[in-house]
């Protein structure tokens, strides 16, 4: 019970996190570029191979609030790209993430 506080707390923050930088790229017209930028801070601090290594696998986890945000944070970066091609590159590092939309059509779609 006590090794579950810690990994409550921390799935709360990123939870809020999720919807802060969602919040940034959807409001503000410089907050797209910010957005990712802090997500490769947290790669290079945390030794990621990959910029969305880490987004891409809380939204994989499992139905749930946390990878719902995980997921409309990555609708919003997709959604607000300045360029179809910036888009086009999000996509390619989202893949090389491993982030398999097929399977989260099935989660999501066995969970609605």
Same mark, same amino acid.
């Given at each position: 019970?006590?090794?579950?506080?810690?990994?409550?707390?921390?799935?709360?923050?990123?939870?809020?996190?999720?919807?802060?930088?969602?919040? #940034?790229?959807? *409001?503000? @017209? !410089? /907050?797209?570029?910010?957005?990712?930028?802090? =997500?490769?801070? &947290?790669?290079?601090?945390?030794?990621?191979?990959?910029?969305?290594?880490?987004? #891409?696998?809380? *939204?994989? @986890? !499992? /139905?749930?609030?946390?990878?719902?945000?995980? =997921?409309?944070? &990555?609708?919003?970066?997709?959604?607000?790209?300045?360029?179809?091609?910036?888009?086009?590159?999000?996509?390619?590092?989202?893949?090389?993430?491993?982030?398999?939309?097929?399977?989260?059509?099935?989660?999501?779609?066995?969970?609605?």
């Amino acid at each position: 019970m006590i090794k579950s506080k810690p990994r409550t707390k921390y799935l709360i923050l990123f939870f809020f996190h999720f919807q802060l930088l969602t919040t #940034a790229c959807e *409001v503000s @017209s !410089g /907050g797209h570029a910010g957005v990712p930028e802090a =997500l490769s801070t &947290l790669r290079l601090r945390y030794g990621e191979p990959c910029r969305f290594r880490f987004l #891409a696998g809380m *939204v994989q @986890s !499992g /139905g749930g609030e946390l990878p719902a945000a995980g =997921l409309r944070l &990555l609708a919003a970066l997709l959604r607000g790209a300045p360029s179809p091609k910036r888009r086009l590159y999000l996509q390619a590092e989202l893949d090389q993430a491993g982030l398999d939309v097929s399977a989260l059509r099935k989660v999501f779609l066995f969970i609605s």
